[in-house]
C-alpha cells in the first residue's frame, strides 16, 4: 500500500515537473523573441547612426577635395593675362599638378569659345585644339551669362568618358566686368565615386551615389546610369517593382536640400538604409550623396538568437519527454524513482541556469550597445561646442552687415579687421571639419595609409612655404620678428606623403602659435637602431612659452588644450599618423625657452 502511495505521488510530482517545463518552454521561446527584437532593432539603430555620421563625413570630404580646385580656378581667374600666355601656362601647369589625384586638367578658353592653354600639354598639341569651338558649352555660356561660378552635372565628352566640369569667368574689371573668357577645370567621375568609395568605414557596407539637384544621376554604381534621369525609363526599369512607389518618393524628397536617413523594406524582408546629405557650395545647394547600407549586422543578430531560442525550447521539451519515460518505469522500479527524479531534477537546474546565463550574456550585449551610442553623441556634442567659437564672430560680422542695410544704405564698408576675422574663422571651421573626419576614422580604426617613396626635404620646405604664406597675410608683424631655420637635405622615405605632411603641417604650426618672436629649427636626421633598421627622425624646436606642465602628461590626447585657439585635435591626429607608420612622437621642454617636438618612422 505504501509502495502504491509513493508511486502515485511520484507520478504527481512527475507530471507537475512536465508542466512546468512545458510552461518554461513556451516563457521562454516568447522572452527569448522579444529579446531578439529589440536587440535586432538597436542593432538596425546603430548602422542607421554610422551611415548618417558617414554621409556626413564623406559630403564633408567631397567638399574638402572639390574645394581646392575650385580656389585654383577663381586664382586663375583673376591672373590669366593674354599678354603672357607662356607665363600663365606655367601657373596652370603648377595647380595641375598640385590638384592632379582628381582633376584632368585646366582649360583656358578665351571669349569667342577657343582653347588658349591646357595644363600639361605642350605648345604643338595646344595648337591643334585651338580650332574647335566650345562657345555653346555649358561651362562656357552659363558663366558668360551670369558672371559667376558654374558647376556641372554628369557631362560625356567627345572620348565617351563622363566629366564634371566646373569653370570660372575671366572678367575685365578695369572695364565694367567684360567677359572675357573662362578657366576650366575637369574632374573624371568615375575616378570621383571610386574615392568617394574608397572612404566609406570598413563597417559601412555599402554603396555611394551622387545625384544633381534636378535628379541627373552623376554617379552610382551602374556605370550606365551616369547622365541619366531618377524617373527615367532606364533607371526605372533597374528598380524592383515592390519598392519603386517607396524609392522615387524618397529619391523625391532627398532632393529637397535637406538631410536624412530612410529605411527600405526588399524582397525577402531584408533590410537597407539609404542616407542622404546635400551639398552646398558657395552657399548654392548643387548636389545630394547617398550611401546605402545593408542591415547584414541586423540580420545575423537576429538569426543568431533565434537559434539559440530554438536550442533552449528544444532542451526543456528533451527534458520533459525524460521525465515521461521515467513514469512509465517507476512503476516496477519504485525503489529507485527517487534516486531517479533527484537527478533528473539537477540536470533541470542545469538546463535553467544555462538558460539565465545566456540571458545575462544578451543583457551584456545590449548594456555595450547602449554605451557605445552613448560614446557617439558625447564625440558629437563636443564637436558641435567646438564648432560654435569660430561660428560666432562670422554670425555676429554677418548681423552687423545686415543691419547697415535694414538702415537703408544701399551699400556698406566692410574693415580689413572684419574681412579677416571672416576668414580666419571660416578656415578654422574648415580644420576643424577636416580634424573632426580624421578623428572618426581613427576612433572607427578606418585611416588608410597610402605609401610611396619621397624626398622629404620637398615636403618640409613646401610647408615653411605655406606657413610663411599664412603669417604674410594674418600676422606680418610675427613673421619679421620669427626665424624659421632649416638646412636642406635630400632624405627619402616610403610613407604617405599627405599625412607626414599634415604631422608637419601641425608641429611647425604649433610651435608659431607659442612663439610670438625668435627662431623655430627644423633638422633631419637618420639613426639606426639594435635591429638594423634605418629611422627618420625629425624636430622641430622653437623659442617660446614652452609647454605647460598640466598638459604635457596628456599632451597627444583630444582636447589636450589650454589655448584659446584650437582644439587639441592636432596632436592627436598627428600621434595617430605616425603610430600607423609604424614610429614614435615625443615632446619635451628645453632647458633655456621653448620646447621642441620629435618624431621618427622607418625609411622604408
Not at 564623406?58 to 599678354?83: F, G, M, R
Not at 637635405?489 to 599625412?499: G, I, P, Q, S, W
Request: overall charge neutral.
Amino acid at each position: 500500500m505504501l509502495s502504491i502511495v509513493l508511486s502515485r505521488n511520484n507520478i504527481f510530482l512527475l507530471i507537475l515537473v512536465i508542466s512546468v517545463g512545458i510552461s518554461l518552454s513556451i516563457l521562454s521561446y516568447h522572452y527569448s523573441g522579444l529579446t531578439a527584437d529589440q536587440i535586432g532593432e538597436i542593432a538596425s539603430n546603430d548602422i542607421r547612426s554610422n551611415a548618417i555620421i558617414e554621409t556626413d563625413g564623406l559630403s564633408k570630404t567631397l567638399l574638402h577635395i572639390i574645394d581646392p580646385v575650385s580656389t585654383n580656378l577663381e586664382i586663375l581667374s583673376k591672373i590669366v593675362n593674354y599678354s603672357n600666355i607662356g607665363g600663365t601656362k606655367i601657373i596652370m601647369d603648377a595647380v595641375q599638378n598640385s590638384t592632379r589625384s582628381l582633376t584632368e586638367g585646366y582649360y583656358w578658353i578665351n571669349e569667342n569659345g577657343r582653347i588658349v592653354s591646357i595644363s600639361n600639354v605642350n605648345s604643338s598639341i595646344i595648337d591643334s585644339y585651338s580650332g574647335i569651338d566650345l562657345s555653346n558649352r555649358e561651362y562656357f555660356v552659363i558663366p558668360k551669362e551670369t558672371h559667376a561660378s558654374y558647376y556641372s552635372s554628369a557631362i560625356e565628352s567627345i572620348d565617351k568618358i563622363p566629366r564634371l566640369y566646373i569653370s570660372f569667368p575671366v572678367l575685365e574689371r578695369s572695364n565694367g566686368d567684360v567677359f572675357k573668357g573662362v578657366i576650366v577645370a575637369s574632374i573624371k567621375i568615375h575616378e570621383l565615386g571610386r574615392f568617394l568609395q574608397s572612404e566609406l568605414a570598413p563597417q559601412v557596407a555599402g554603396n555611394v551615389g551622387l545625384m544633381d539637384k534636378n535628379g541627373i544621376i552623376i554617379y552610382g554604381s551602374n556605370p550606365s546610369l551616369i547622365g541619366k534621369y531618377y524617373l527615367g525609363e532606364e533607371f526605372q526599369s533597374l528598380v524592383p517593382e515592390e519598392i519603386r512607389g517607396p524609392y522615387n518618393s524618397l529619391l523625391a524628397r532627398s532632393l529637397q536640400g535637406s538631410a536624412g536617413a530612410e529605411d527600405l523594406i526588399l524582397f525577402g524582408g531584408n533590410k537597407t538604409t539609404l542616407t542622404y546629405q546635400p551639398v552646398f557650395i558657395g552657399g548654392k545647394y548643387l548636389w545630394t550623396l547617398f550611401v546605402s547600407s545593408p542591415h547584414q549586422l541586423a540580420a545575423e543578430v537576429g538569426i543568431l538568437i533565434n537559434n539559440q531560442k530554438n536550442f533552449s525550447t528544444l532542451m526543456i521539451l528533451i527534458i520533459g519527454a525524460v521525465a515521461l519515460g521515467i513514469a512509465f518505469l517507476i512503476l516496477s522500479w519504485n525503489k529507485r524513482l527517487e534516486s531517479a527524479v533527484s537527478a533528473r531534477t539537477i540536470e533541470l537546474k542545469d538546463a535553467n541556469n544555462s538558460l539565465v546565463k545566456y540571458n545575462k550574456l544578451l543583457e551584456s550585449a545590449n548594456e555595450k550597445l547602449s554605451i557605445h551610442d552613448k560614446m557617439q553623441k558625447e564625440f558629437i556634442n563636443i564637436a558641435a561646442h567646438e564648432l560654435r567659437t569660430p561660428i560666432m564672430p562670422i554670425l555676429g560680422d554677418a548681423i552687423y552687415l545686415e543691419k547697415q542695410f535694414e538702415e537703408g544704405k544701399k551699400e556698406v564698408k566692410v574693415d580689413r579687421e572684419q574681412v579677416s576675422s571672416i576668414i580666419r574663422n571660416a578656415k578654422r571651421l574648415r580644420r576643424l571639419a577636416s580634424d573632426i573626419l580624421d578623428i572618426t576614422k581613427i576612433e572607427s580604426q578606418s585611416l588608410k595609409l597610402n605609401k610611396e617613396r619621397f624626398n622629404l626635404n620637398d615636403i618640409i620646405l613646401s610647408t615653411i612655404s605655406d606657413i610663411k604664406a599664412q603669417l604674410l597675410s594674418s600676422n606680418p608683424e610675427q613673421l619679421e620678428n620669427l626665424i624659421i631655420g632649416y638646412e636642406p637635405k635630400d632624405v627619402f622615405v616610403f610613407a604617405d606623403k599627405n599625412r607626414i605632411t599634415q604631422v608637419i603641417f601641425n608641429l611647425l604650426s604649433n610651435s608659431i602659435k607659442f612663439t610670438e618672436k625668435g627662431s623655430i629649427d627644423i633638422m633631419v636626421k637618420i639613426e639606426n637602431d639594435s635591429t638594423g633598421t634605418n629611422y627618420v627622425v625629425v624636430s622641430i624646436s622653437d623659442t617660446g612659452q614652452g609647454i605647460d606642465k598640466d598638459i604635457l602628461p596628456r599632451l597627444f590626447t583630444k582636447f589636450a588644450s589650454k589655448s584659446f585657439e584650437g582644439t587639441g585635435l592636432g596632436l592627436f591626429i598627428s600621434k595617430s599618423i605616425i603610430h600607423s607608420h609604424g614610429g614614435k612622437i615625443w615632446a619635451v621642454n628645453n632647458l633655456d625657452l621653448g620646447a621642441t617636438f620629435y618624431f621618427k618612422i622607418p625609411q622604408q
